[in-house]
């Protein structure tokens, strides 16, 4: 007999974005390990993005339960749409830029939603899924955040049932990047740290997805961490032609605070140095820019060279990937982001087309890119050897003979990871 085991999540078709993939893949593979998953989602939820098609990988013999969410979001729209939208998609404009909206929605979202503005479906969640766990005889708990208040929903369920309980932490709590941004008031700093520190004692076991989130939540508690990173699926991608330019592309959210101005600035040269260059080449961005990066592109001269596409559904990104020459992964320059390994990293890492990384020093994803041998790493302050880097892949397109060579690669299939999962259940 399979072991039934509750799934809470926020996240989950039709939500677009990096934040369903990770349980969408587990669930998926979940059944072949003896597990039966039971998913709990928002009846009605408020999703910054949508993509329809990750519906379809939602299988029909899935028990999927719902029970209703107060989003606060929806009413601050009221106030402004525009900023309301940009703060839930977690796109926090430079702090010159912030209207005092902006400002004010910070500071009510920092201080009055602790840990965040699903707050409100914390105790109605608990007070549904106990009879629920009663009558279905659910014998494990998986909560997964951001965001993190899905994490108090299992420990108010943990205090009532001492179930089994595994914490999955997408991404680290207090020690975020954009934490620092969001106006906290030193007692709300304060519950922020009280609530994580309870979910990491009393979870029986603690999942994350970087060794450098593993190592700072050892330092507060003894309990089991594992860390089991994202992945890439078999993607079923067909209708696509490798670019003919020489295309840099970045898939994903490309928040103000990512902004490389030695890489812009190494472009920008580049295409000085080479009339060719600069008809060959083009910057492709798929997915929401913030307004900083376009300023430092347009410092640049290289507003004519961007491709600006936008959101797309899942399966449009992935063909993104495959069809570009060169695959662009930045992250904020930040001890914070250390910790930090974007899920599309994996399907870059599957796509063919080498990587270049931006970063802080000493990543996990810098090991992971060399491990696998799928690309090159830099941080920010490196130029001559990023722009001579670039000028080598330029070389390698002209030649035909631009790709990837990776190895080791089959232990991030979804599958592998969740089977590790398996184990811990």
């Not at 029970?67 to 926090?92: F, R």
């Not at 979202?109 to 965040?116: A, E, L, Q, S, V």
């Not at 599309?344 to 090991?367: A, C, H, Q, W």
Request: hydrophobic fraction near 35%.
């Amino acid at each position: 007999m399979k072991k039934k085991v509750l799934i809470i999540t926020y996240y989950w078709p039709p939500a677009g974005g990096p934040g369903v993939q990770r349980w969408l893949k587990f669930v998926k593979y979940l059944p072949e390990f003896d597990v039966e998953p039971i998913v709990f989602i928002p009846e009605n939820p408020n999703y910054p993005l949508i993509d329809e098609s990750l519906v379809l990988e939602v299988s029909n013999e899935l028990n999927v339960i719902k029970h209703p969410i107060k989003e606060p979001y929806k009413w601050a729209s009221i106030l402004s749409k525009k900023s309301s939208n940009t703060i839930s998609k977690g796109v926090i404009s430079d702090l010159k830029k912030q209207s005092l909206i902006e400002r004010l929605m910070l500071y009510v979202r920092g201080n009055f939603f602790i840990p965040d503005a699903r707050i409100g479906w914390i105790k109605p969640s608990i007070s549904y899924l106990s009879g629920f766990i009663k009558k279905e005889g659910v014998q494990a708990i998986i909560t997964t955040g951001p965001p993190h208040s899905v994490h108090l929903i299992g420990l108010g369920l943990k205090e009532k049932f001492n179930l089994r309980w595994l914490a999955d932490f997408r991404d680290p709590w207090t020690t975020i990047g954009y934490h620092k941004q969001l106006k906290l008031s030193k007692s709300s700093v304060k519950k922020h740290k009280a609530f994580e520190e309870q979910v990491l004692n009393f979870a029986d076991q603690i999942i994350v997805t970087s060794s450098n989130t593993k190592k700072g939540f050892q330092e507060r508690t003894n309990k089991p961490i594992e860390v089991i990173t994202n992945g890439y699926d078999n993607e079923s991608v067909t209708d696509f032609a490798i670019d003919s330019k020489f295309t840099i592309s970045h898939i994903g959210s490309l928040l103000s605070k990512r902004n490389p101005k030695n890489l812009w600035k190494a472009i920008s040269e580049l295409i000085v140095e080479d009339p060719q260059f600069e008809k060959d080449f083009l910057l492709r961005f798929v997915g929401v820019v913030g307004e900083s990066v376009l300023d430092s592109l347009r410092d640049f001269n290289l507003s004519d060279c961007v491709d600006n596409v936008g959101y797309v559904s899942h399966k449009e990104s992935i063909a993104y990937q495959k069809k570009s020459q060169l695959l662009l992964l930045i992250e904020i320059d930040s001890n914070d982001t250390k910790s930090i390994i974007p899920g599309k990293l994996f399907e870059y890492m599957v796509s063919g087309r080498p990587i270049i990384g931006i970063g802080p020093k000493d990543t996990d994803v810098e090991n992971i890119l060399i491990e696998t041998n799928t690309g090159n790493y830099f941080n920010y302050d490196d130029y001559e050897s990023l722009k001579s880097t670039i000028l080598e892949h330029y070389k390698a397109f002209k030649s035909g003979n631009l790709q990837a060579y990776p190895i080791g690669l089959q232990k991030y299939h979804r599958k592998a990871l969740t089977k590790s999962l398996s184990k811990l259940l």
